[in-house]
């Protein structure tokens, strides 16, 4: 079953460009990772980043959250952020056509 999480990140006035920058550096690194099936940053209209991911199972997701591209993640955003990030894991509920209906 594959998990899909919505990390948000709070940027400190004015850091956000470099937050989003910040992010943007271990990407590549995280698109090789086994089990990696979506990891992209988005700006939200409420001022925040989100990374939306999606992976192909728990164990992978673990994984990747004990990860060296993660440890680099939290050390380059922690002067950029104003608080901690709030992580969701969620299990899809399909509905509708699986293109549409399934993340």
């Not at 940053?41 to 939306?52: K, R």
């Amino acid at each position: 079953m594959t998990v899909v999480v919505t990390a948000v990140f709070y940027p400190k006035p004015g850091k956000k460009q470099e937050l989003a920058e910040a992010m943007q550096r271990g990407i590549e690194a995280v698109h090789t990772e086994e089990g990696c099936e979506l990891y992209a940053i988005h700006d939200a209209e409420d001022g925040t980043i989100t990374m939306i991911e999606k992976w192909s199972s728990v164990e992978a997701l673990d994984a990747h959250g004990d990860s060296d591209q993660v440890k680099i993640l939290r050390a380059d955003v922690a002067d950029l952020v104003e608080k901690p990030g709030l992580v969701t894991r969620m299990t899809p509920i399909p509905a509708g056509t699986e293109a549409q209906g399934l993340l």
